[in-house]
């Protein structure tokens, strides 16, 4: 799903939240599995999303970008928090095993996400060098697909910033690692078609 | 692309109940805890935020030991609750045990607060029963192979979670039956990352007397 696709607000109301769950789900089950190969960790944290998301609703926003760029930057932290070892400290009211709600089927409906996304994994793992404010502008960009102006949005910054946090992230990579290697020339390539 | 339906079907009913619980938090009546709600999927409480941000000026008045007990838990090294005491208030105050990984606080309408915030639950079972709750507190056991009955249809009168902090549960000693047993099963996945912020509380009420719990009667499933 794109950001700039017209979705429904967060919202508190039960009705109104169920419908921005439906039309974001793919957008936070695709972002966590960029991130782990572990579909139960998967579930996990789209339920940890959306719980925050959900506890956040009130302060979003709507000058400050879409309602899928605002869930974009709670998905980030809350994957962010995750691997850093506090997950679920956040805000969540009462965290959902998502785990729990997984069936085989459900299981691999998510390996096969996993699956398809195992180069954007691995682009995620050659961003793992850079310092944080640099490797958060360019997984929104070139590991989810964002538009700079989105990843801006979601990181609550503007966008002459993330494009300047691009532009040092791809620098840095370049001395980081040779050309000649696919990932990089991927990684190269789109941060080349960024917007 | 595929979704995993049921995942999405299930987590979108939690959610709308949780939103639904929300807006039923927003306004609680004082003192009056938000009701429990078994659903098909197991309720989880969870682990969270620590001690800090709840407890003001509390000073230490005991140590509690556990000693005589040889139920599962008790075998285990033992964690030592600290008791504490709040310093505020006129009325009898009530005491405090907590350790790294839960506290937990009796109140004076009779219940029983509970807050985990980490996996090493050893002492919990004592700490509960020295508040009045009859507790059985187990980790599921892969080796044990003898079903336990269980009965989860009362658990909306156990127990509630507290409105102001949803990761705090809300025990009622009270409503035990006699004779029964409140089953608290730690069911975080062996080698999970980062067991204390993953971990699981999964209550209900036995009248059985179990010396284990059998891993295959949860749903419990891989590491994450």
């Known amino acids: 799903m794109s950001a700039e696709q017209q979705t ?43 719980l925050t998301a959900l506890e956040q609703a009130d302060g979003y926003d709507p000058r400050r970008g879409t309602p899928a760029a605002w869930l974009y930057g709670i998905a980030r932290n809350v994957v962010a928090s995750h691997f850093r070892g ?14 729990r709600m997984l069936d085989d089927q459900d299981v691999s409906a998510i390996e096969d996400r996993i699956d398809a996304a195992r180069d954007a994994r691995a682009l995620a793992a050659r961003h793992a060098a850079l310092s944080e404010p640099l490797r958060a502008v ?37 001395k980081a690692a040779p050309q000649t290697g696919t990932d990089y020339e991927s990684v190269n390539t789109l941060l080349e078609v960024a917007p | ?38 659903r098909p999927t197991r309720r989880l409480l969870t682990t969270g935020l620590g001690l ?36 505020a208030g006129d009325a009898p105050t009530p005491v405090r045990l907590s350790t790294a990984s839960y506290t937990v606080t009796p109140n004076q309408d009779g219940t029983v607060s509970v807050q985990l915030t980490g996996a090493e639950w050893s002492g919990l079972q004592e700490a509960l029963r020295s508040v009045g709750v009859p507790a059985l507190v187990m980790k599921p056991s892969a080796s044990c192979h003898t079903p336990v009955t269980t009965d989860s ?25 006699p004779g029964e047993r409140l089953l608290v099963l730690n069911t975080a996945p062996e080698g999970a990352l980062h067991p204390g912020t993953v ?22 499933v891989g590491v994450g």
């Open chain 2, 199 to 220: 971990s699981a509380l999964d209550i209900s009420l036995t009248k059985e007397t179990p010396t284990c719990f059998p891993l295959s009667q949860t749903n419990v």
């Open chain 1, 138 to 174: 360019l997984d929104l960009v070139a590991v989810d697909g964002l538009t700079v102006r989105d990843a801006a949005k979601a990181l609550g910054i503007n966008a002459a910033t993330a494009r300047v946090r691009l532009h040092r992230a791809r620098n840095e990579l370049r």
């Open chain 2, 52 to 87: 800090a941000a709840t407890v003001t000026a509390a000073v230490t008045v005991a140590v509690l030991v556990p000693q005589a007990d040889t139920s599962p838990s008790a075998q285990a090294p033992q964690a030592v609750p600290t008791a504490t005491r709040s310093a």
């Open chain 1, 86 to 99: 506090n997950a679920r400290e956040l805000h969540a009211t009462a965290r959902i095993a998502g785990r």
């Open chain 1, 8 to 50: 429904a607000p967060p919202s508190r109301d039960p009705a109104a939240f169920a419908v921005f769950y439906r039309q974001q789900f793919d957008t936070v089950l695709g972002f966590v599995t960029r991130r782990t190969d572990s579909p139960h960790l998967a579930a996990d944290l789209t339920a940890d999303v959306f």
């Open chain 2, 1 to 38: 692309m595929s979704t995993p339906l049921n995942f999405q079907q299930q987590l979108g009913a939690e959610l709308t109940a949780r939103a639904a619980d929300l807006a039923t938090a927003e306004r609680p009546t004082p003192g009056t805890p938000v009701p429990f709600r078994p």
């Open chain 2, 153 to 177: 249809s009362r658990l909306d009168a156990v127990m509630s979670l507290d409105p102001r902090n949803g990761r705090i549960a809300i025990l009622h000693p009270a409503a035990v039956p």
